[in-house]
């Protein structure tokens, strides 16, 4: 039976109880609002540790001002159903009251990971991130944690945060989820209008362009970049507008002249109020 957990006190108790009986324990955290991109997450989970925890919490201080914090979706109920379902026994729904008690001060800097593309968009974005991650670690203390790759350069930002403060944890990397159509899986995806939904295949469609562009022989960054805009143009007719899409290094998100070994192209771009991320792996073959 699913038990879903509001205090730390209480979910540090229930890990320990697992941990005295010899269980793995994996840990996924969530914002909510699940869809199958969690799910898989979930089953991931699910089938390399003993005991799942899986968290559902808004993050406030991960929000800059005048984001989505306000509007972002919230079903709880349906997500414990949902995760009930998966077999789940232990959810974590603290409030933001316990996870940031009135005498809270310290914050986690992320570093040099977190200054470009996203960093540079949403400004404060990642310490709120890497603050919350660090804590959830904290709390539940897992032997995995399990994280998906649609959030690249937050996956790589993590998987330095632990490394680099000495936590513990087995960081998971766990594929993207589409839609049918080649979408990825996000809640904010509820809020595209139908217009919108369709314009916003741009993004996956700007990222499987420069992945043709490099089977083709072309190794030239701004020709890659090019192709991933001109696709997005063709495709959004103007309704995305891109905030990068750019070619980088797959470990450091540095920006590559030319792909001579596997890269990432990551993009984002906005389509009226919703702003939608992706990426994908660029392997250019064999000489």
């Not at 993207?176 to 939904?197: F, H, K, V, W």
């Not at 995305?240 to 990551?266: F, G, H, N, Q």
């Amino acid at each position: 039976m699913i038990e879903r957990i509001s205090s730390k006190a209480e979910v540090r108790w229930a890990v320990a109880e697992a941990r005295r009986e010899n269980k793995r324990v994996g840990f996924v955290p969530t914002m909510g609002a699940l869809h199958e991109g969690h799910l898989s997450l979930v089953r991931a989970a699910c089938a390399r540790t003993d005991v799942v925890v899986v968290s559902v919490f808004v993050n406030p201080t991960q929000f800059g001002p005048g984001e989505d914090f306000e509007a972002y979706p919230r079903s709880v109920e349906s997500d414990i159903e949902m995760l009930g379902a998966e077999g789940i026994e232990l959810v974590f729904t603290p409030s933001p009251e316990e996870m940031y008690d009135a005498g809270h001060q310290v914050d986690v800097e992320p570093g040099p990971l977190a200054r470009r593309w996203e960093g540079t968009v949403r400004p404060g974005h990642f310490g709120g991130v890497a603050t919350v991650v660090t804590k959830l670690l904290g709390i539940v203390r897992p032997d995995l944690a399990f994280f998906g790759d649609k959030d690249y350069q937050q996956l790589k930002i993590i998987q330095r945060l632990v490394l680099d403060l000495d936590l513990g944890v087995g960081v998971v990397a766990c594929p993207t989820i589409r839609e049918p159509d080649g979408l990825a899986m996000s809640s904010r995806n509820a809020y595209l209008t139908p217009e919108q939904r369709s314009a916003a295949l741009g993004i996956p469609e700007a990222l499987e362009a420069s992945a043709k562009a490099l089977a083709w022989g072309e190794r030239d960054t701004a020709e890659l970049e090019l192709a991933m805009r001109q696709a997005a143009e063709q495709r959004g007719g103007g309704a995305i507008s891109l905030d990068y899409a750019a070619v980088v290094d797959p470990d450091t998100l540095e920006p590559l002249a030319r792909v001579e070994r596997e890269a990432r192209a990551i993009i984002a771009g906005r389509l009226g109020a919703t702003r939608l991320i992706d990426n994908c792996a660029l392997i250019p073959p064999p000489a």
